[in-house]
T-cell receptor, first 115, second 110 residues
Framework: KAGVTQTPRYLIKTRGQQVTLSCSPI?????VSWYQQTPGQGLQFLFEYFSETQRNKGNFPGRFSGRQFSNSRSEMNVSTLELGDSALYLC??????????????FGEGSWLTVV | QQPVQSPQAVILREGEDAVINCSSS?????VHWYRQKHGEAPVFLMI?????EQKGHEKISASFNEKKQQSSLYLTASQLSYSGTYFC???????????FGSGTRLQVQP
């Protein structure tokens, strides 16, 4: 069974640009969550999508957005990139979604560097 | 508010034991433990649920004190492969999303 797949794995963008990251969850999983990981802040929750609806959202500015398609694949978009957006962006999938003790499974992440 | 993990870092020799702690100021429904090696995805280790249920690796043990909102991960007879950063994620009773601690870096030396 394939795991969570994220693309691209590495990318470099210039300040002010926008970026779109993609995540394919484990087959059969309906929930996709996104996290930002930085050395100083650890894993910070961005948002969760379940069956194409945003179910939960973290404390990030509106420049961070996402969506989920009918096949459960998800994309995350960051507009007007800032240097501080440089981070590892992790996607996690779950069958039942976050909550109620459901397990989430992470992908290897997309490394974003903003210069 | 994210859970607090301690210690922040620990160095062990092969065969030694370690305990990693995770505490929260909120009433918890579950605690999740993950290990992440550099450049790799965090890997699920264990879930501890309110009420005592546990799911996870057979060789990993952990505890969850519901009254104190604390969890501990026990690593016994450590092996080189145990090296990595350990994260606890907590699910409080009011919010569905997992909130992660800042991690504990564990290094096992020969």
């Amino acid at each position: 069974k394939a795991g969570v797949t994220q693309t691209p794995r590495y990318l470099i963008k210039t300040r002010g640009q926008q970026v779109t990251l993609s995540c394919s969850p484990i087959s059969g999983h309906r929930s996709v969550s996104w996290y930002q990981q930085t050395p100083g802040q650890g894993l910070q929750f961005l948002f969760e999508y379940f069956s194409e609806t945003q179910r939960n959202k973290g404390n990030f500015p509106g420049r961070f957005s996402g969506r989920q398609f009918s096949n459960s694949r998800s994309e995350m978009n960051v507009s007007t990139l800032e240097l501080g957006d440089s981070a590892l962006y992790l996607c996690a999938s779950s069958f039942g979604g976050q909550g109620s003790g459901n397990t989430i499974y992470f992908g290897e992440g997309s490394w974003l560097t903003v210069v | 508010q994210q859970p607090v993990q301690s210690p922040q870092a620990v160095i062990l020799r092969e065969g030694e034991d370690a305990v990693i702690n995770c505490s929260s100021s909120k009433a918890l429904y579950s605690v999740h433990w993950y290990r992440q090696k550099h450049g790799e995805a965090p890997v699920f280790l264990m879930i501890l649920l309110k009420g005592g249920e546990q799911k996870g690796h057979e060789k990993i043990s952990a505890s969850f004190n519901e009254k104190k909102q604390q969890s501990s991960l026990y690593l016994t007879a450590s092996q080189l492969s145990y090296s990595g950063t350990y994260f606890c994620g907590t699910e409080d009773t009011g919010r569905r999303a997992l909130t992660f601690g800042s991690g504990t870096r564990l290094q096992v030396q020969p």
